[in-house]
Every structure is written in structure tokens, then in C-alpha cells.
């Protein structure tokens, strides 16, 4: 019954995505939009910690985590293939000195499959990468000047290769394919001698298509430390990489119905980009690095911690310059865990259950009128288990805060819902008889 529940709530958010913008935040407006993909359900509800891996579970964040050892439950012939699918809802407030408002989100999070050859293991899938999504208003004294629309974002395709080197050490790398547009505009407005708003405003539009490879390298160890203890810790490495842009843009002379807001265009032209040298043009995406460790009891408990630094001071765009805006290094730290009472139990279900929580703290690398944009979450979920001893469904909730309202700008307290399915299965069995 809960597996049904649950493919019905996938589909469900596969439904309301179609067609939606997958952020709402202003923020989205820097860059290539906000990070989307923040890891699996399961390590987002446990405050974004992704150095724990096991037989069952998708790492998407660490490629040599498709790599393990067999299962002792199958003679340590094999190991399972695991499927996973994820979507979430995002509600925010954002919050300024003039007032507040309520945005909602609900998208399509990630697909991904992990199967396992040998001391090998592959991995791909999809995932969004980031996304665009933001109106805004440049208001002097209460006079709207400029008003700017954004949408669209980066999509990853990802393959992935893991090796078990030893039976405590694996080494993996993810060859990403990033593509994607980016679509954003401009309207400023004209008023007469007497400040009433011209019957004619003018309106640029950019569209950037993008599109490049960049690279993820993961090692993953693990030991038991004492007879109930296990130590675990994790590395990724993402050298600095280049997003390829072809750009258009273009200038409209407009009409806008005061009544819907609805934009009609009387003529149009096209801007020379060529002669400038920005048709196309390249993005630095920066270099990232990760590392954490962690203890626990196998299938009972774990508790870790992991620091991420992302060089966010080496992207930049030259088709877009903000005067008030920079880009810094960006860091992460992330503290969380799991607790299973007991996944032996038969009698009682809420015993199998494993129970996750954590919470992060993240400078983003966005500097905005001298004001760093911080943003903190606290998080905690539940993993149902479902169908086979393998499979299972996956909650999790997060509540935080994203920006301030110093300087003129915007604060955003969000709430996340995100579900998942992980689902395990044996494709491939040695033949005993011939």
C-alpha cells in the first residue's frame, strides 16, 4: 500500500513540474540561476551530508560510491541494481523592508541508475543542475524604472564509473554533460513631464544557450575501527571546467496591457553580438572539493560531518556585467545522520525504519551591495522501507533562511518537501545447474 501511495506522489510532482519554473527566488537572477541538485532525498535530509554509501542507496554526489563490496544475503555473488527518482515542492516567503510575498515550486529532482560488475560499478542518469526563475522591480520613490523577467536553468546528464580498489577503499569519476538556456529580459520605463507612464516602453530580451562537459572524482573509505564501529569517509574533486554559450539578443518597442500585464511587441530588432565578440562566449564553471568523515554502527546508526569549498571568484560570463554584485569562494558544512532501531524486526514495521536528520550551514559566494548571501537549513526525513528487504520510499522535509533584507534586499524563509523512490533488485544471478 505505502509503495502504491508513494508512486502516486511521484507522479503526482511529475504533473505539477511540467511546464514550471523550478525556482522562484530572486537570487536566480546571478550566475546561471540557483543550485538545484543538492544531492539525493537521503542526504538532504540529513543537512546535505553525502559521504555515507551502502548496498542500497544511490550516491549521486560521490561516483565511487557505485562501486562496494557483494552482499553476504547472496553469497557475495553480487550486488543489487539500484533505481532511484526523486521530486520535491518548495514553499518561500520573501521578505523585504517594503513587504512580503509566498512563492511555490514543485519540480522534478533527479533520475539515476547504479548497476554493479564485478568490482565495478556504473552509474547515470539526469538531474537538474540549476535554475532560473525571478521577477523583479528597480523602484525609485515608488516609480517603477526597470522591470526584469528570468527563466530556464542547466540540465545534467551525467555517466559514471566506480572501482573497488580494495575492500575498504573505491575510486569512481562522473563524466557530466551540461546543457541548457537561459532566457531573461528587461523592460525600461518612460513617463512623460507630468510622471504618467508613456503609451510606448522599450524592452531587451538575452537568451544564452549553453552547453559543456566538466568532471567529478570521488574516493570513498570505509574500515571497521572496532568490532561494532565502522569509520567512514568520503573525497570529491570537480576541476575548473567551461560552459559553451551562444547568445542572441534582441530590443522591442512594447505595449503593455495595464490590466494583465501582457507585453505586445510593434517591432523588433535584432542586436549585433558578432561585432561586440559575444555571440558566442565561454563560462567558467569553478572547481569544487569536498571532504568528510563519519562513525556508526552498520545498519543501526551514523553520524558524520563534511566540508565543501566551491572557487565561486572563477566563474564568470562576459555577456553580463552587474555593477553591485561579486562572486567569492563559497563554502558548505554539513552535520547529519541516520538511526535504524532495528532492521531485523518483523513484528514491528516503525522499527525498520530509518530515521535521518542534520542541518547545514552554506555561503553561497554571491556578494550583493557588500552583503554576503548566507543560507542555513535544518533538516530531518524517513526512509519507509517497501516491496522487497531492499527497496524503499523516501521523505524528507527542510526549513531555513536564504539571504537578508540589510541593504535593500531580500530575505527568503523556505520549507522543502522532497520524496523519493529507491528501488533494489537482482538482474543478474550465477547459474548453479547446468
Known sequence: ??????????????????????????????????????GTVEN???????????????????????????????????????????????STTLKANSGESKVNATTFDYLALSIPVGKFGFGFGLVPYTSVGYKLEDRNADVLENRYRGEGGVNRAFFGLGYQITDKLSLGIDANYN??????SVIQFAYDEDGNLVQYQTRESN???LSGLNFNIGLTYKTMINEKLELQTGLTYSPKSDLSSRNQRTFATIIINQTNGQEFVLNEIEGDLASQG?????????????FGAGIGEPRRWFAGAEYTRQNTSEFSNPIVSIEN?????????SVGGFYIPDYTSFSNYWKRV??????????????????????????????????????????????????TTNQNLIQENFFNINISLSLNDRWFQKRKYN
Do not use: C
Request: charged share 15%; glycine share 12%; proline share 3%.
Open 325 to 333: 554584485a561579486n562572486f567569492v569562494n563559497a563554502s558548505t558544512i
Open 354 to 403: 530509518t530515521y535521518r536528520a542534520g542541518f547545514r550551514f552554506e555561503n553561497t559566494g554571491l556578494e550583493i551591495n557588500n552583503e554576503t548571501i548566507n543560507e542555513f537549513g535544518m533538516s530531518f526525513g524517513v526512509g519507509l522501507p517497501v516491496g522487497n528487504v531492499f527497496s524503499n520510499a523516501n521523505l524528507g522535509f527542510e526549513f531555513g533562511r536564504r539571504g
Open 44 to 90: 538532504r535530509s540529513m543537512g546535505g551530508l553525502s559521504i555515507y554509501t551502502d548496498s542500497i542507496h544511490v550516491n549521486l554526489r560521490n561516483p565511487a560510491a557505485y562501486a562496494g563490496a557483494n552482499l553476504k544475503l547472496w553469497n557475495e555473488e553480487s550486488r543489487p541494481i539500484k533505481f532511484s527518482v526523486g521530486a520535491g515542492h518548495n
Open 207 to 209: 537568451r544564452s544557450d
Open 278 to 290: 559575444l555571440a558566442r562566449t565561454d563560462l567558467t564553471l569553478p572547481s569544487r572539493f569536498s
Open 179 to 184: 546543457f541548457g538556456n537561459i532566457q531573461n
Open 1 to 38: 500500500m505505502i509503495k502504491k501511495l508513494v508512486i502516486v506522489l511521484i507522479a503526482f510532482f511529475a504533473l505539477q513540474s511540467y511546464g514550471q519554473e523550478g525556482t522562484a527566488s530572486p537570487y536566480s537572477f546571478y550566475g546561471i540561476g540557483s543550485l538545484k541538485f543538492k
